[in-house]
């Protein structure tokens, strides 16, 4: 018999896919930013440190696009290994510069030391023309003093 051994698909991994390159594509809007974990560093490939918010509370990321972007794809990576706490997002869009807003999602997500350190949200999405696009997170519904991160966010 032959037997070959392939390496575990890692769960947390950055699935592959012709991302948008937001650097080129993007402004970017913040509510705060610690200076030791950027935006930058969630929002471009090669990225390790991950975005985290300066202080506690509720916080929002929003990409503004220069032409209109047609989405299919929206990929978040959350990570929480510290503390124990309910997570909700919700990510919204734009087609007319932020006049309106159209809800992509509202989900919630219960982070565990123990267990659940990490969420990995994969949106198929068929949005024809973006011109906004707006990630709110509240890191604790329970009214902790839990601070926002995100690990990593890519668009296709």
Do not use: C
């Not at 969630?42 to 985290?52: D, E, T, V």
């Not at 510290?82 to 807003?101: I, K």
């Not at 809800?103 to 023309?129: C, I, K, M």
Request: hydrophobic share 45%.
């Amino acid at each position: 018999m032959r037997k070959r051994i392939i390496p575990a698909a890692r769960s947390d991994a950055e699935p592959l896919d012709n991302w948008l390159n937001l650097d080129a594509l993007a402004e970017v809007e913040i509510t705060s930013e610690d200076v030791a974990y950027p935006i930058e560093a969630a929002l471009l490939p090669g990225q390790a440190s991950g975005w985290r918010a300066a202080g506690a509370g509720t916080q929002t990321i929003r990409l503004l696009f220069a032409e209109p972007q047609a989405l299919r794809r929206i990929w978040l990576h959350f990570a929480e290994s510290g503390m124990q706490r309910t997570q909700e997002y919700v990510l919204r869009w734009s087609p007319d510069g932020g006049r309106t807003f159209h809800d992509v999602v509202r989900q919630q997500w219960n982070f565990s030391p123990e267990g659940a350190t990490s969420e990995l949200e994969d949106h198929r999405v068929e949005l024809p023309a973006v011109t906004v696009l707006e990630l709110t997170i509240h890191p604790d519904i329970g009214a902790s003093a839990a601070v926002a991160s995100l690990a990593a966010w890519r668009l296709a």
